[in-house]
T-cell receptor
Framework: DAMVIQNPRYQVTQFGKPVTLSCSQTLNHNVMYWYQQKSSQAPKLLFHYYDKDFNNEADTPDNFQSRRPNTSFCFLDIRSPGLGDAAMYLC??????????????FGPGTRLTVL | AQSVTQPDIHITVSEGASLELRCNYSYGATPYLFWYVQSPGQGLQLLLKYFSGDTLVQGIKGFEAEFKRSQSSFNLRKPSVHWSDAAEYFCAVGALTGNQGGKLIFGQGTELSVKP
């Protein structure tokens, strides 16, 4: 089945220690998204890639970076995690035709704990 | 500005009772509307979506939603709730971002508890 995969499902890191979260997809979608969801809150878009074009949300902290080496993979890098970065990180993909909105397909998420 | 409001933070219903979760949106153009469900520690599962056409939309797990443009609402309903429906429910509007795909704007969520 075509799907969105996130690894690891649970990640523990130390305060200030860089961490990378991974997302891969078999849907061959050209748009990939990263959302941050803190406890009891709605998911919030951090950034997305349209093919190789990176689109950052205006209020995404500089501490968060992303890489997309190919169509299938996208990484979320947190350069110096703080306690406030503990959250569920959700990856999603969609087709990007530009003319109309296309449904997003979500992965299961990675739960990040910062000690 | 684009926004989604879910007025009820937490709702408790008895098993077998009917359910309605409210959602109001603010969006300047034709909205693309979604309801997602999230169990604790899990990702988001799409229940249903409205893009155009019939304003009453059927989804998975017996859920339906009705789009009412005049009220800017997209309420989720289920005639008989099961204990397994206990979860967090998110309403969202899909917003186009020029020619760079689109993004989802979520409401704050409604937590549903089901009493035996």
């Amino acid at each position: 089945d075509a799907m969105v995969i996130q690894n690891p499902r649970y990640q523990v890191t130390q305060f200030g220690k860089p961490v990378t979260l991974s997302c891969s997809q078999t849907l061959n979608h050209n748009v990939m998204y990263w959302y941050q969801q803190k406890s009891s809150q709605a998911p919030k878009l951090l950034f997305h890639y349209y093919d190789k074009d990176f689109n950052n949300e205006a209020d995404t902290p500089d501490n968060f970076q992303s890489r997309r080496p190919n169509t299938s993979f996208c990484f979320l890098d947190i350069r110096s995690p703080g306690l406030g970065d503990a959250a569920m990180y959700l990856c999603a993909t969609s087709e990007g035709t530009g003319a109309s909105y296309n449904e997003q397909f979500f992965g299961p998420g990675t739960r990040l704990t910062v000690l | 500005a684009q926004s989604v409001t879910q007025p009820d933070i937490h709702i408790t219903v008895s098993e077998g009772a009917s359910l309605e979760l409210r959602c109001n949106y603010s969006y300047g153009a034709t909205p693309y509307l979604f309801w997602y469900v999230q169990s604790p520690g899990q990702g988001l599962q799409l229940l249903l979506k409205y893009f155009s056409g019939d304003t009453l939309v059927q989804g998975i797990k017996g859920f339906e939603a009705e789009f009412k443009r005049s009220q800017s609402s997209f309420n989720l309903r289920k005639p008989s709730v099961h204990w397994s429906d206990a979860a967090e429910y998110f309403c969202a509007v899909g917003a186009l971002t020029g020619n760079q795909g689109g993004k989802l704007i979520f409401g704050q969520g409604t937590e549903l508890s089901v009493k035996p």
